[in-house]
């Protein structure tokens, strides 16, 4: 007979349990921003352009944590979604810098509310202090897990 409570199976697996977090949280992203016409890893790339307009491709490539080839196809959509814009970087022309639009600017402020909501759903899941633990150990695995 098999033990089928949460320690067998995929549960003993701090990947699997990690997936299923992240799972949960691409849906809420999916679900809440799909009216915008944005996918999660589009208001990612907002995110970061909300914080610092105009960025060199390859620092918001780095920011981001995304290869240059992956972000080349992220923006040629949204690009056409109407949300960024590239330009000819004039210090270098061999490098673009990445620009929002007036709709992402529209919106920003709406989208960026969504994902607080959820930041502040998952913060009253833990105490202060343990909540701060929790975020060094995810800034830890990000940083060692290769």
Avoid at 48 to 64: I, M, T, Y
Avoid at 130 to 143: G, I, K, M, N, S
Wanted: hydrophobic share 35%; with cysteine; aromatic share 10%.
């Amino acid at each position: 007979m098999h033990n089928k409570d949460s320690t067998g199976g995929p549960n003993r697996y701090i990947c699997y349990k990690l997936g299923k977090v992240m799972r949960k949280i691409q849906r809420y992203y999916e679900n809440n921003l799909s009216s915008y016409g944005i996918t999660p890893v589009q208001f990612y790339v907002l995110s970061a352009l909300w914080e610092e307009e105009g960025l060199k491709f390859k620092e918001l490539a780095g920011r981001l944590n995304i290869d240059g080839s992956t972000l080349t196809g992220i923006l040629d959509r949204m690009e056409k979604g109407g949300f960024v814009e590239r330009r000819d970087d004039p210090e270098d022309r061999r490098s673009l810098l990445v620009f929002l639009t007036d709709k992402s600017r529209k919106y920003g402020r709406e989208m960026m509310h969504l994902a607080e909501n959820l930041d502040r759903e998952i913060r009253k899941q833990f105490a202060e202090k343990d909540f701060a633990t929790f975020e060094q150990v995810l800034d830890r695995l990000a940083e060692s897990v290769d």
